[in-house]
């Protein structure tokens, strides 16, 4: 089981690139629900995604009800949501869990939220501001769930390399 990322209608390509980063580097599997506002071969999905796209899973729907309807009777979905009675944070994530984002011009559709509105979250922020970049918001729910798993099957510290940087002079501000 891992985490599902969830983009219904996505526009912009290098949003999705840069999500389905993030779906590599968390074992996180994609959905992408049509129509897309580009093509999979798109050259800015593919930088934005650069070269992982080998190191994960994603599927594309034809529709909104194709995607729902194959879900299973007890599959958990959180829609994220500038119009959410709640913040992300307040939500006990399971392992499976649904992480379901708009398209970046309009959202999710209001239809779709009324009818599951305990299941909407939001990232907090200024009112003046109408919403965070997809990415961005992706990365930021996606890590909270995992944060809450405590980051089971992810490497949690990094290592030095031993080498030196060329040049080496940005040391003297140290």
């Given at each position: 089981m891992s985490m599902q990322i969830v983009l219904v209608y996505p526009e912009?390509?290098?949003?999705?690139?840069?999500?389905?980063?993030?779906c590599a580097a968390t074992g996180a599997e994609l959905h992408l629900i049509e129509p897309l506002g580009f093509s999979l071969a798109d050259r800015y999905l593919?930088?934005?995604?650069?070269?992982?796209?080998?190191?994960?899973?994603?599927?594309?729907?034809?529709?909104?009800?194709?995607?729902?309807?194959?879900?299973?009777?007890?599959?958990?979905?959180?829609?994220?949501?500038?119009?959410?009675?709640?913040?992300?944070?307040?939500?006990?994530y399971r392992d499976g869990d649904y992480l379901v984002f708009g398209q970046e011009t309009?959202?999710?559709?209001e239809n779709?939220?009324?009818?599951?509105?305990?299941?909407?979250?939001?990232?907090?922020?200024?009112?003046?501001?109408?919403?965070?970049?997809?990415?961005?918001?992706?990365?930021?729910?996606?890590?909270?769930?995992?944060?809450?798993?405590r980051f089971t099957g992810l490497q949690a510290a990094g290592e030095l390399t031993g080498r030196e940087e060329a040049g080496g002079s940005w040391l003297d501000y140290i």
């Open positions: 912009i390509p290098q949003n999705t690139g840069n999500i389905a980063r993030t593919k930088r934005a995604g650069l070269d992982y796209w080998h190191l994960m899973k994603y599927h594309v729907y034809p529709d909104l009800e194709t995607f729902l309807r194959g879900l299973k009777p007890d599959a958990r979905l959180w829609f994220a949501t500038t119009k959410a009675p709640r913040s992300y944070d307040e939500v006990q309009r959202g999710l559709p779709l939220l009324e009818k599951r509105y305990d299941d909407c979250i939001r990232i907090p922020m200024r009112k003046e501001a109408r919403s965070l970049n997809l990415s961005n918001s992706a990365a930021i729910v996606l890590y909270e769930a995992l944060r809450q798993q």
